[in-house]
């Protein structure tokens, strides 16, 4: 896979500009910067609160508590099968916010973009965020780009910070987790973790494997619509699941039993994983949710999350329980329980 | 996927545990050799449904484990000098060294890469003609095809910013030194399949004569195990020290003659010191004499190896089979895999890792 833009065929065509790559004067606040800002990130980002050029957005929110998130995004390769930075950008965030109850209306963006870096990578980056945007129906209000010198970053690091609304009568949170409690996952998990590492440079795998990046807050929506009782959500990010559960253990002192053979996990995801020595419950998904749901409401809460194109291969993986507060069990195959532990940082491929 | 759901049905599984059950009449101790196999025992659980009597041991199987103290402050070493990139494979840039992990020579300067596959290094060689690459190689039989093919391309294409650190290891020299060991407990061994790919199984049939020991070539995942177990108790209770080869789909009775004339043409067998046992003969692989221009050791004069092993790290005994992980008073206190004294508690593979990562007990 190349990580050079393709710009042929591409909806949003690159405007012309005075140069090909990024300079250090794009970040300086002068002629060039606002070049950029006018010809590059305004025609992509239009929205009323951008267009007035103040130092900030000033926004009409409807009544209700603000759920506010930010995240800093930094991969290798920067565009991948499934995605790119940019939609991983506005995916991460807009996911944060949609966990929390809260219809996500507003993102902050802010780009360090490293110089000599091509500036129709940062174009193609730029329409993915503004599709991905689209999708979720959020807008892009205020941001900032600041150019680092060549070898100071690798392309692009994007933060992007978010808000969005709860509405009246809503409350998630992992305090009302509780034992009984089902948890739900609603795809396969581990998909954009491998994805990622089998499209770095140099380990020759080749799959059809795509990340999982997609932004969650309609289903969020399907699922709360639906009626059920539900207590808490998060997105398995960094970590995995297993640090999701074992969040949702220790914070709300309850134990999770987890059915190995329940945890959807594509065969490729399976497969890579194994030959590389690490777990797929420790790999990072960018498009699926974790809930937790009053077990008497686990049927109908997976009902929702099924007819719901992004929730299709949901599951009912396992239950909240009195026993073991804070541990997470994990029931193999042989019917034996073993602690799921957190992930220990960073997981490394082992040699044979 | 194939080869993977098939060997983790768990009918298939109890069946197997069921049938293990009715076989075992004495106690036994069987030894599984690859730390693979361990890391599939502690994370599936099979330790705790073995029948009373039957008693599994985790062996040196763990290339990063058994790698000694100074090849691993000589590649820190080395990293450290101006214009070499160091590149090495995921676990081992974690072990911990005297003087620090590559890792951490990373962070204080060091171009420490971590590749894939030793023909990675090679490319990188290629890419960066005014840099030394060395290549730490490491590993059993199972990683030294590949990492003599890299070499030999060097040598055949002349690429003279290469070198490799080579740290590589036997299997059946190790199972010998283990069951000459004073106080060694174990009745039979489950040979690592995938090593069995490479040099096929007949090379253990000299182990098995002569100790008398019954030796099962098996392979990963939980059905595999089970099956290795029931045949190596099977063999146990019938007296009969003989190799068997449960992995067929993937091992002939002579191994892969390809690779094994690859890391004969580069490689030459030689006495290996391995960390926490100590020297034994006729253990290792090193690169021939007249490869010496892509020898790291020897390309490089670095001073001052004085490896100091922490005290309290029991990882020696772990490897041998005479001590389980819990037995150490450093394990999930002082160490951890985040603060690692022994290399046991780094890699995957190794026992203390493992026994960390799976071996503790659902409280009830």
Redesign the interface.
């Known amino acids: 896979m190349s990580d050079r833009a393709d710009v042929t065929g591409f909806s949003c065509p690159l405007p012309r500009l005075d140069y090909d790559t990024v300079q250090m004067a794009h970040g300086a606040g002068g002629r060039l910067s606002q070049d950029l800002f006018e010809k590059l990130i305004l025609p992509r980002f239009a929205s009323p609160e951008l267009a007035p050029r103040e130092d900030g957005a000033l926004l009409d929110l409807p009544p209700g508590r603000v759920a506010f998130s930010t995240d800093t995004f930094v991969v290798t390769p920067l565009f991948f099968p499934g995605g790119d930075i940019g939609k991983l950008a506005v995916c991460g965030t807009v996911n944060d916010v949609a966990m929390m109850g809260a219809l996500p209306r507003a993102l902050s963006v802010a780009f360090v973009l490293e110089e000599g870096w091509p500036l129709a990578d940062f174009h193609r980056v730029l329409c993915s965020m503004e599709a991905t945007a689209q999708q979720a129906g959020v807008r892009i209000v205020t941001g900032d780009t600041k150019v680092v010198g060549r070898g100071q970053c690798d392309g692009i690091y994007i933060n992007t910070s978010g808000l969005g609304v709860v509405p009246e009568g809503r409350r998630l949170g992992v305090a009302r987790i509780a034992a009984g409690d089902a948890v739900l996952v609603s795809g396969p998990v581990g998909d954009h973790g491998t994805a990622i590492l089998t499209a770095r440079a ?3 795998v080749q799959t059809e494997l795509a990340s999982d990046c997609a932004t969650l807050n309609g289903l969020v929506e399907a699922l709360l619509a639906c009626g059920a009782d539900v207590k808490a959500l998060r997105d398995p990010t960094r970590g995995g699941l297993a640090a999701v559960l074992n969040e949702f253990a220790a914070g709300a002192r309850v134990g999770i039993t987890l059915e190995d ?1 329940a945890v959807p996990v594509r ?2 995801v ?2 890579v994983c ?1 030959m590389l ?1 690490l777990d797929p419950l420790h790999a990072a998904c960018e498009g699926r949710l974790v809930a937790v749901v009053s077990g008497a409401d686990a049927d109908h809460g997976l009902a929702a999350l099924r007819a719901h194109a992004l929730g299709s291969e949901a599951a009912v993986i396992g239950r909240v329980v009195p ?2 507060p804070g ?1 997470v ?1 994990l029931r ?8 799921l ?1 957190m992930p ?2 960073e997981q ?5 | 996927m194939k080869f993977l759901a098939e060997y983790r049905d768990p009918e298939l599984a109890r069946a197997l545990v069921a049938q293990l059950q009715r076989a075992v009449t004495r106690p036994w101790t069987v030894m599984e050799i690859c730390g693979g196999q361990t890391h599939s025992i502690l994370r599936h659980g099979i330790d705790q449904v073995l029948p009373p009597g039957l008693e599994l041991v985790h062996g040196p199987g763990c290339p990063v484990c058994v790698t000694p103290l100074e090849t691993i402050d000589r590649a820190v070493a080395i990293a450290g000098l101006p214009g070499v990139i160091l590149a090495s494979f995921g676990d081992m840039l974690r072990v911990p060294g005297s003087r620090g992990s590559l890792l951490e020579a990373r962070s204080r300067g060091a171009d420490v890469r971590m590749v894939y596959s030793p023909l990675e290094a090679l490319a990188l060689a290629r890419a960066n003609p005014d840099h030394d690459v060395v290549f730490l190689a490491v590993g059993f039989e199972t990683t030294a095809p590949g990492n003599a093919m890299a070499v030999a391309a060097a040598v055949d294409q002349g690429l003279r910013n290469y070198s490799q650190i080579v740290s590589h290891v036997l299997v059946p020299p190790a199972m010998a030194a283990i069951l000459d060991s004073p106080g060694c407990r174990v009745n039979a061994f489950l040979a690592a399949g995938h090593v069995c790919t490479v040099t096929g199984w007949r090379p253990y049939e000299a182990v098995a004569a002569r100790h008398g020991v019954p030796i099962v070539a098996t392979g990963f995942e939980p059905v595999d195990i089970l099956d290795g177990l029931v045949q190596a108790v099977t063999l146990l209770e019938s007296g009969d020290a003989r190799v068997v080869n449960r992995y067929e789909r993937a091992v002939r009775p002579d191994g892969n003659p390809a690779a094994q004339a690859m890391v004969d043409r580069m490689y030459r067998v030689c006495d290996r010191k391995w960390r926490g046992i100590g020297t034994i003969p006729q253990s290792g692989l090193a690169l021939r004499p007249e490869f010496a221009a892509w020898d790291a050791e020897r390309k490089f004069a670095v001073a001052d190896i004085t490896p100091a092993e922490p005290a309290e790290c029991i990882a020696g005994l772990v490897l041998q089979g005479l001590a389980k992980p819990a037995d150490c008073p450093a394990f999930g206190r002082a160490c951890t895999p985040q603060t690692p004294l022994g290399a046991t508690m780094v890699s995957s593979e190794g026992a203390c890792a493992a026994w960390f990562r799976y071996g503790r007990k659902v409280p009830q």
């Open positions: 140099g380990l020759s053979g065969a490729t399976a497969g194994e020595g026993a073991h541990v069990a193999t195959g042989l019917g034996v329980e073993r602690v532990d220990l940082g490394l491929p082992r040699i044979c």
